[in-house]
């Protein structure tokens, strides 16, 4: 099924005329996947945080 499908590779003269900024879209796409598991990661820890945070305000813990 993978076999067809063709990798994103530049040649080193392509990536040295990119701009600064493509480079960097190159490179958070790369990682996007990994982002996004961080967005849905980070605010059920803060989610969880909060609610500890205010049970122990309020003495139910």
């Given at each position: 099924?993978n076999?067809n499908?063709k990798?994103?590779t ?10 600064p ?12 996947h ?7 990661v980070v605010p059920i820890?803060?989610l969880l ?6 049970l122990k305000?309020f003495?139910y813990?």
């Amino acid at each position: 099924m993978n076999k067809n499908r063709k990798k994103n590779t530049y040649k080193q003269e392509d990536w040295d005329k990119m701009s600064p900024i493509r480079k960097l879209e190159r490179k958070l796409d790369r990682v996007n996947h990994i982002m996004e598991l961080i967005r849905t990661v980070v605010p059920i820890m803060l989610l969880l945080l909060n609610t500890i945070i205010i049970l122990k305000l309020f003495n139910y813990i």
